[in-house]
T-cell receptor, first 110, second 115 residues
Framework: QKEVEQNSGPLSVPEGAIASLNCTYS??????FFWYRQYSGKSPELIMS????GDKEDGRFTAQLNKASQYVSLLIRDSQPSDSATYLC??????????FGKGTLLTVNP | EAGVVQSPRYKIIEKKQPVAFWCNPI?????LYWYRQNLGQGPELLIR????????DSQLPKDRFSAERLKGVDSTLKIQPAELGDSAVYLC?????????????FGNGTRLTVT
C-alpha cells in the first residue's frame, strides 16, 4: 500500500465550478498535511497546510482533514484556467519525513 | 527574501559520467532536503539534513549517490557514475526547522538527462 494516495486524474472542470481533490494516507500518526501546486516544468509551490481535523479556508481554497478516516482533501471554488496544474498532497509522518502522492492533474476549461 | 537557489537548471551527460548539483537554502533554514521527481510522479525524498547532519538518508542509493552539507548551509548532491534511470528532476527544499509545522520551500530544480 502506497503511503500517500491521490486520485490520479486527470480531473477536468469548467471555469467557475468547484474542483475537489482527494488524498488518503497510511501513517496513522501523521501530524501535518500540505497541498502543493505544480505547474508543468516548475517546482512545487505550497498553497495550503492543515494540522487539525476540520476545514481550513484561504481565499478560494479549502482544505479538509479527517484523521480518523486518514483523509485530506482540497476544494477549489470558482475554478479558473490559471488553476490548471498538478496538485500534490504531502503528509508529514512521525519522523518528520514529508511524503508526496503522485499528484492529480487538474484542467479548468474556459 | 531570496528563495532556494539551485544550479544548474539543466544538465545532459552520458551514462557512467559523474554529475553534481548545488543548492543554497533560504537564509536561516536549518533543514535541507533533496528530492528526486520522475515524470508523472510525486517527489521522492533522497536525503534530509538538520544543519550539517544527515538525519534521513534511507532512500539515498549509496552505491552511486553522495551528498554533503558543509557548514550547515549549502549542499551538494553527486552521482557517480550516472545511469540512464537517473534521468529526473532533482529538487532541493528547505524549511525553518525540522518540525511538523514547517512547510518546505522548493528551488527550481535541476533537470538531469542521462544519455
Amino acid at each position: 500500500q502506497k503511503e500517500v494516495e491521490q486520485n490520479s486524474g486527470p480531473l477536468s472542470v469548467p471555469e467557475g465550478a468547484i474542483a475537489s481533490l482527494n488524498c488518503t494516507y497510511s501513517d496513522r500518526v501523521s501530524q501535518s498535511f500540505f497541498w502543493y501546486r505544480q505547474y508543468s516544468g516548475k517546482s512545487p509551490e505550497l498553497i495550503m497546510s492543515i494540522y487539525s481535523n476540520g476545514d481550513k479556508e484561504d481565499g478560494r481554497f479549502t482544505a479538509q482533514l479527517n484523521k480518523a478516516s486518514q483523509y485530506v482533501s482540497l476544494l477549489i471554488r470558482d475554478s479558473q484556467p490559471s488553476d490548471s496544474a498538478t496538485y500534490l498532497c504531502a503528509v508529514m509522518g512521525s519522523n518528520y519525513k514529508l511524503t508526496f502522492g503522485k499528484g492529480t492533474l487538474l484542467t479548468v476549461n474556459p | 527574501e531570496a528563495g532556494v537557489v539551485q544550479s544548474p537548471r539543466y544538465k545532459i551527460i552520458e551514462k557512467k559520467q559523474p554529475v553534481a548539483f548545488w543548492c543554497n537554502p533560504i537564509s536561516g533554514h536549518n533543514t535541507l532536503y533533496w528530492y528526486r521527481q520522475n515524470l508523472g510522479q510525486g517527489p521522492e525524498l533522497l536525503i534530509r539534513y538538520e544543519n550539517e547532519e544527515a538525519v534521513d538518508d534511507s532512500q539515498l542509493p549509496k552505491d552511486r549517490f553522495s551528498a554533503e552539507r558543509l557548514k550547515g548551509v549549502d549542499s551538494t548532491l553527486k552521482i557517480q557514475p550516472a545511469e540512464l534511470g537517473d534521468s529526473a528532476v532533482y529538487l532541493c527544499a528547505s524549511s525553518l526547522v525540522g518540525t511538523a509545522n514547517s512547510p518546505l520551500h522548493f528551488g527550481n530544480g535541476t533537470r538531469l538527462t542521462v544519455t
